[in-house]
């Protein structure tokens, strides 16, 4: 089934990834792919949470077959490559669902091979009904990626601004960094560079349910703390994602 529409994203996009730490792809998912993604995060959202150590929400692709297909899926794999480069690994299946009253998440940034800027660890968001800056939205630091610190956190804008950005500029602009917050529509596919400064505005009360799931890919190389599989999954075959499953 085809996930994507047909889209650019070449040495320029690339660019303004590599730029900025992030790039939206606005309107990527097709129709039926988002239908089967919204059935999917809704089963995930209706299931107990009583593993905490195994939490369907977290553990996403484990508990759901469609989830589970898309990791070795060739439109993903084919974008995760023109982010990465051929050699690459799964890390991560995360369902990412906002309720109305969400509080949403305080501002921070993630780790992996910190000090080794050739080994790239990648989240693709599907934001599958969108979202607008002040309802869930997902805001961003357009270059701190480029500090690779893994330990940015953050309460809020004013703390952020205040503390972590204070005096830092874009590396590739030398403009003072700025909070950006986006707004995206339906089928919306954000890519991240893993080491970008980021955090999510609280859903709205009355607001439906934001539906996202991230998957995230990496060169291999390093350990990674973000890789939520249990080893039965990691031997699992996956269509598609032969090879992809390992740590190294
Ligand atoms: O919910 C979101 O939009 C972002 C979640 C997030 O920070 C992450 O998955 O790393
Ligand atoms: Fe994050």
Redesign the pocket.
């Known amino acids: 089934m085809e996930l994507f529409r047909p889209y650019a994203f070449g040495d320029d996009e690339r660019a303004v990834l590599d730029r900025d730490g992030h790039f939206a792809l606005p309107g990527l998912l097709t129709d039926s792919a988002c239908a089967e993604l919204t059935a999917a995060l809704a089963r995930i959202q209706s299931m107990p949470r009583e593993d905490e150590e195994h939490p369907p929400q977290r553990f996403s692709a484990e508990f759901d077959a469609y989830l589970e297909s898309l990791i070795g899926h060739p439109q993903l794999l084919d974008l995760a490559r023109r982010v990465l480069g051929p050699e690459i690994r799964y890390d991560h299946c995360?369902a990412?669902n906002?309720e109305g009253g969400n509080q949403g998440?305080r501002w921070?940034s993630?780790e992996y091979a910190d000090d080794d800027p050739s080994l790239g660890f990648v989240?693709v968001?599907f934001?599958v009904n969108g979202f607008e800056a002040d309802d869930?939205g997902?805001k961003v630091v357009p270059g701190s990626h480029l500090y690779r610190d893994p330990s940015i956190h953050a309460d809020s804008d004013s703390a952020l601004t205040r503390g972590w950005m204070a005096g830092k500029v874009h590396p590739a602009s030398g403009e003072p960094l700025r909070i950006e917050e986006l707004s995206v529509p339906p089928g919306t596919v954000v890519l991240m560079w893993t080491h970008a400064a980021?955090g999510?505005n609280p859903r709205r009360e009355k607001s439906d349910t934001r539906w996202?799931v991230?998957y995230a890919y990496r060169n291999p190389g390093r350990e990674s703390r973000a890789r939520w599989l249990t080893p039965a999954f990691e031997t699992k075959p996956i269509q598609g994602a032969e090879g992809l499953m390992s740590l190294y």
Do not use: A, N
Request: aromatic share 14%; proline share 0%; hydrophobic share 40%.
């Open positions: 995360v990412l906002r998440s921070h993630h989240r968001f934001y869930g997902l980021h999510v996202c991230v």
